[in-house]
């Protein structure tokens, strides 16, 4: 979708284990997003990005941490997976302010 | 913080009716009010979007409406068609723009044959 990659697409994972997702975008866009959408709760900002090495905490960011190393790629780490983590991630990119965000298509990542 | 309330959670109608979600937001320095729609599987994608500094948007079989005074918002499908069944999400900025946004839980339409 509009050069927005999310790797992997499904994962199961143990608990206890960490567990690393990647973003990775060609549109040279600014903003990078992960929020993680859940039954009953919709989509929840975990945390975000406006630029390299430039990160900052969403909504429900405990137990995740994020790195941004190059603007194509944002890195969304859990660093202890636990049962609630739980649910699908999408990361989104967005141009500039005031633009809508174009999102991923998800990455369904099972604890056990 | 900004909260997003949206309504209903489920909506059933017949093809060729038209449909109406709701969506109230408080923080009164919202300016950007987007709304997705979610299909089985796939990823959230932007159908329409308003501004503040407009009361309402037409594109095709879909509208949306803003009243600032009241903070809320709408979005309005007409003329029904099965292939609209989705989920759909409305948002708000947050600390004046886009730069974040925060989504209602979604509302579950099925456009019934």
């Known amino acids: 979708d509009a050069g927005i990659t999310q790797s992997p697409r499904h994962k199961v994972t143990e608990t206890g284990t960490p567990v690393t997702l990647r973003c990775h975008q060609t549109e040279n866009h600014r903003y990078m997003y992960w929020y993680r959408q859940d039954p009953g709760h919709g989509l929840r900002l975990i945390h975000y990005s406006y630029g390299v090495k430039d990160t900052d905490k969403g909504e429900v960011s405990d137990g995740y941490s994020v790195s941004r190393s190059k603007t194509e790629d944002f890195l969304l780490t859990l660093e202890s997976a636990t049962s609630s983590q739980t649910s699908v991630y999408f990361c989104?990119?967005?141009?500039?302010?005031?633009?809508?965000?174009?999102f991923g298509s998800g990455t369904r990542l099972t604890v056990v | 913080g900004e909260n997003v309330e949206q309504h209903p959670s489920t909506l059933s109608v017949q093809e060729g009716d038209s449909a109406v979600i709701k969506c109230t937001y408080s923080?009164?320095?919202?300016?950007?009010f987007p709304w997705y729609k979610q299909e089985l599987g796939k990823g959230p994608q932007l159908i329409i979007d308003?501004?503040?500094?407009?009361g309402e948007k037409k594109d095709q079989r879909i509208a949306v409406t803003l009243n600032k005074t009241a903070k809320h918002f709408s979005l309005h499908i007409t003329e029904t068609q099965p292939e609209d069944s989705a989920v759909y999400f409305c948002?708000?900025?947050?600390?004046?723009?886009?730069?974040?946004?925060?989504f209602g839980k979604g509302t579950k339409l099925t456009v019934n044959p």
């Open positions: 923080d009164s320095a919202s300016n950007y």
């Open positions: 989104a990119i967005s141009s500039d302010r005031d633009y809508g965000y174009t």
């Open positions: 308003i501004r503040s500094n407009v």
């Open positions: 948002a708000a900025s947050i600390q004046g723009g886009s730069e974040k946004l925060v």
